[in-house]
């Protein structure tokens, strides 16, 4: 079944770095507009950012802009999310989908902890 595969999260200091990859289970993501997600307890999910599916048009939400960038690997068949300059804010599961989401895409997340 096609699902999507996030990683890369984890525990980092105010002001660090991290580095999110989605691919998929089976198949490819390559055709498609990725779109990345979080989500804290009680919230729901908000996209932070997004990218085409020939990687020309990137969007990302306002909070994320300047620090976070989105980009793809074909040959990886891989989404990334470069977080820089992370805040205890950002802290959250991070999904990747496309966009508009497909339901049945949903993957396990990444866990994001900003803490000192």
């Known amino acids: 079944q096609f699902k999507l595969i996030e990683s890369g999260g984890g525990l980092v200091q105010p002001g660090g770095s991290l580095t999110l990859s989605c691919t998929s289970s089976?198949?490819?993501?390559?055709?498609?507009?990725i779109a990345w997600f979080r989500q804290t307890h009680g919230k729901e999910r908000e996209v932070v950012a997004l990218?085409?599916?020939?990687?020309?048009?990137?969007w990302y939400e306002d909070s994320v802009k300047g620090r976070f960038t989105i980009s793809r690997d074909t040959a990886q068949n891989a989404v990334y999310l470069q977080m820089n300059g992370l805040k205890p804010e950002d802290t959250a599961v991070y999904y990747c989908n496309g966009n508009p989401p497909h339901p049945d895409w949903w993957g396990q997340g990444t866990q994001v902890t900003v803490s000192s």
């Open positions: 089976v198949g490819s993501i390559n055709s498609n507009t």
């Open positions: 990218i085409s599916s020939i990687a020309i048009a990137t």
